[in-house]
Nanobody, 126 residues
Framework: QVQLVESGGGLVQAGGSLRLVCVHS??????????MGWFRQAPGKDRDFVAT????????EYADSAKGRFTISRDHAKNTVYLQMNSLKPEDAAVYYC?????????????????WGQGTQVTVSS
């Protein structure tokens, strides 16, 4: 069973930065077999795609809202995926979820990810 544990959320002023961290429970030998993604869900809204990274880290995709401000990365030695968020806006406020799917390729679809973390709250004050 794969477990994902997120951390790094919090309260930040508009224009500030946060780095979200997601630790994958698989051993370092298998972490690279999983594509990883970040999604977010604001109250009363659907869970939306933010960013995804392929198993090897060579392919990355972003939602239009994240391009130029957010950076997804992964560290295979630490079984960890990161989301660096800069220039945060009030509309970025949401619960952010880390997701994993066995396979090498990136995917923007919520339904493609069987493994999810518990979520971490990001609040952005104006």
């Amino acid at each position: 069973q794969v477990q994902l544990v997120e951390s790094g959320g919090g309260l930040v002023q508009a224009g500030g930065s946060l780095r979200l961290v997601c630790v994958h429970s698989a051993s370092g030998r298998t972490f690279s077999n999983y594509a990883m993604g970040w999604f977010r869900q604001a109250p009363g809204k659907d869970r939306d795609f933010v960013a995804t990274i392929s198993g090897g880290g060579g392919t990355i995709e972003y939602a239009d809202s994240a391009k130029g401000r957010f950076t997804i990365s992964r560290d295979h030695a630490k079984n960890t995926v990161y989301l660096q968020m800069n220039s945060l806006k009030p509309e970025d406020a949401a619960v952010y979820y880390c997701a994993g799917a066995r396979g090498y390729y990136t995917d923007r679809r919520v339904s493609s990810y069987p493994y999810w973390g518990q979520g971490t709250q990001v609040t952005v004050s104006s």
